[in-house]
């Protein structure tokens, strides 16, 4: 469930190769018009071997996919939601200007079920007035908040509001959201607002509100970073200098903007440059605000806490919120300081189990539909490295772990990485 904006266009002239879209060129005219914007953009191909480009616009939007299809069309899928009505204006206009300066020909919108046309679902990008944008962006939030109460009157006790859907975040509060969590008293107030003249329902919802990007559009962007992207530790490469460097811009172009207000990250924004080694003018002002924050008052960042990262097949592994993870198919580890975790998911064929063997596992755990194995691996050199071999099965499904840790001292973390891996359907609670 969100808003969706999805373009079909033919190129009038000079994109062709092979029969298809070039889409280095597009991928080269979106480093220059988004250099400011863009978080990352990849080249990848589909399943079904469509070149692909991935333009990761916002750090609470899911990345714009550009596909170049075999008819030699290109199509742009891009879901604004979360993020908000001024993004969902910046990537229609984007793409606008793309058509005018590359010589490109959209489609023109039809209902979503005509796979061969355009759609916008505010229809703004075919001409709709901006205020459909906002009364979309209103009633999406208001459905979310209220499909949330219901599901809490029926148990559920978990909520992520415009999250990723394969991480979950420790619950902080009734409901996770991209800009920090909510109390349940917000979301029911979400719930029932609606709209009230010009002021729109929960306006201090959306990372993007509004058109443009003024200083409530550095700060809020800056913000989702802290909550929900910043791994609060030295980096350990270039790219995870680059957040720290590039959340400390954001903040900067702020402040110069309107230094005012009481919503300023004082002390994540001096972490941050604690840890990202940056010092500039602000560092008097910086260290002054962030002195004078009280003690109690909770700290930004969903990753200070443990996470849950959800893999294919319904997999899931809960770990610490700092380790730095990579995925490839069916293969995926952290590392975080002394410690490593590296899984695998594998499908058997047959009947029986792949525990069976001469190994003489050192934990077993039993379960309708769950069966969890593990063994200890002491150290042996000279370094004090242990090792966890874990073997995790479910019907015809299964994982292999191996958790690695520095000292005996670790272990019940290790026995508690193991134990957290799973094979359960998607949460119905995450919305």
């Known amino acids: 469930m969100g808003i969706d904006l999805m373009l079909r266009g033919r190129p009038r002239a000079g994109w062709i190769r092979r029969g298809r879209v070039d889409l280095s060129t597009v991928a080269a005219w979106l480093r220059r018009e988004c250099a400011a914007e863009l978080e990352s953009l990849d080249e ?142 917000w979301v029911a107030r979400v719930a029932a607002d609606g709209l009230e003249g010009e002021v729109r329902v929960a306006a201090d919802f959306f990372p993007w509100p509004r058109e443009g990007q003024d200083r409530d559009y550095w700060l809020r962007r800056a913000m989702v970073q802290l909550w929900a992207h910043a791994v609060w530790r030295p980096a ?24 005012g207000g009481e919503d300023w990250p004082w002390r994540e924004w001096r972490e941050l440059r604690e840890l990202g080694g940056i010092r500039g003018d602000l560092d008097a002002e910086i260290e002054r605000r962030a002195s004078g924050v009280a003690e109690d008052r909770p700290r930004m960042g969903f990753r200070r806490h443990e996470v849950v990262h959800r893999l294919m097949g319904g997999w899931s592994i809960r770990l610490p919120g700092s380790m730095a993870v990579q995925t490839e198919g069916r293969t995926w580890q952290a590392v975080g300081a002394e410690r490593a975790v590296m899984l695998a998911l594998f499908e058997r064929a047959g009947a029986g189990s792949a525990a069976e063997g001469d ?61 957290s891996v799973r094979c359960l359907p998607a949460r119905k609670s995450t919305v």
């Open 236 to 259: 350990r490469d270039e790219a995870e200098q680059r957040m720290w460097e590039r959340i400390n811009a954001g903040l900067e172009k702020a402040w110069a903007m309107d230094p």
């Open 44 to 185: 990848d191909r589909t399943k079904d071997d469509q070149p692909r480009l991935l333009a990761w616009l916002h750090p609470a939007a899911e990345s714009v996919e550009i596909l170049a299809l075999a008819n030699g069309e290109i199509k742009v899928s891009a879901r604004t939601t979360p993020t908000g009505p001024g993004y969902h204006f910046y990537v229609a206009r984007l793409f606008q200007k793309l058509a005018e300066e590359q010589r490109l020909d959209w489609m023109p919108p039809a209902e979503r079920e005509d796979s061969g046309a355009s759609y916008d679902d505010t229809g703004f990008f075919f001409g709709a007035d901006a205020g459909e944008v906002y009364l979309h962006m209103d009633r999406w939030l208001t459905t979310i908040a209220q499909l949330i109460l219901e599901r809490a009157e029926e148990g559920d006790r978990a909520f992520s509001l415009g999250m990723p859907l394969q991480t979950g975040f420790s619950q902080l509060d009734f409901a996770n959201t991209p800009l920090g969590p909510r109390s349940r008293e």
């Open 359 to 419: 190994v003489h596992w050192t934990y077993v755990e039993e379960s309708p539909g769950h069966s969890a194995r593990a063994l200890l691996e002491e150290p042996a050199g000279e370094i004090e490295l242990y090792q966890l071999h874990g073997l995790v099965e479910a019907g015809s499904q299964g994982a292999t772990v191996t958790v690695v840790f520095a000292g005996v001292g670790d272990l019940d973390w290790a026995l508690g990485v193991w134990r």
